[in-house]
């Protein structure tokens, strides 16, 4: 499976997404009542670098959340997704919790053993919620061993320089969860929105509800803001989203901006520490003064 095919299919969600919306309008007409979900529209298939990150089925226990396979062995989430409560007067002091994870499902039913990948470790942002609660909520997750790709499991690239335009007013991202629907319970199929970006600055972006007053909602959090950047057909993760509240009271969700992200990502996958960095440092000095 190359990029090209994971550009093709985010093309595939937005044309779904207007077929959707008109299916939906021919039901209104006919019945009085609308069929859409808080959380957006059903997915025609896989989002194939989908993760569900699991905590417990109930909210107050910790509830679920989502997650972007960016490697064969890692998961890039918000760092609320790794505790119970999600504030930051309730996860300051606390060590994040280890969750189960899932790959390769559209149905929670399919969430079993066989889908299952078990978790090695987990790295919560060193400054997660460091001044509010949306403030460097990330965390990476790395599994205990890489995951096979397929045409219906495979990850998503982080951000490249050339996609930062992508990011800016009037843009539209894919976001994909199991988030709360109308009824207050977790969607049992994987629902999506194409969401309008309205604001955008050096470590967050924020989107706007649809036309049609859909958002995100509890149990989104973690997951992916995929935008395609036309000329070079890339598919990336623009943001990983951390204020799942909106739901069908406020226009903002709040995305942490992956590019701003960058260095820490790369220097926990590296598995740089501070001995590491000190010693690089210093082999570079004593090279650069021979």
Not at 2 to 15: D, P
Not at 190 to 196: C, H, R, T
Not at 216 to 235: E, H, I, S
């Amino acid at each position: 499976m190359n990029w090209f095919s994971g550009a093709v299919f985010l093309f595939g969600l937005m044309i779904c997404l207007a077929t959707g919306r008109e299916l939906d309008r021919k039901v209104e007409h006919i019945t009085g009542r609308s069929r859409r979900m808080v959380g957006g529209l059903l997915t025609p298939g896989h989002v194939p670098w989908q993760a569900l990150v699991y905590l417990s089925d109930s909210k107050l226990d910790g509830g679920i959340g989502g997650g972007a396979l960016i490697a064969p062995q890692w998961i890039l989430t918000a760092g609320r997704n790794l505790f119970v409560r999600k504030t930051q007067k309730d996860t300051r002091g606390k060590e994040p919790l280890i969750p189960k994870v899932y790959l390769g499902i559209v149905q929670r039913s399919k969430a079993d053993a066989a889908t299952e990948v078990a978790v090695e470790k987990v790295f919560l942002h060193p400054a997660f919620q460091n001044a509010s609660d949306v403030d460097n909520d990330l965390a990476l997750i790395k599994l205990k061993e890489p995951v096979s790709f397929s045409d219906t499991l495979f990850p998503i690239p982080l951000p490249e320089k050339e996609d930062s335009l992508e990011e800016s007013e009037g843009q539209r991202g894919i976001i994909a969860g199991w988030g709360w629907g109308p009824l207050l319970t977790f969607s049992e199929s994987l629902k999506f929105l194409a969401l309008p970006i309205f604001k955008s600055n050096h470590d967050k972006i924020w989107t706007n509800r649809t036309e049609f007053q859909e958002n995100v909602c509890y149990g989104d959090a973690g997951g992916a803001l995929a935008l395609l950047n036309p000329d070079t057909k890339q598919v990336y993760a623009a943001g990983i989203l951390s204020y799942d509240e909106p739901c069908t009271r406020h226009m903002e969700a709040i995305f942490v901006k992956v590019s701003a992200y960058l260095p820490w990502i790369h220097s926990v996958m590296r598995g740089d520490s501070d001995r590491f960095l000190s010693l690089r440092t210093s082999i570079m000095n004593n090279l650069l003064s021979k």
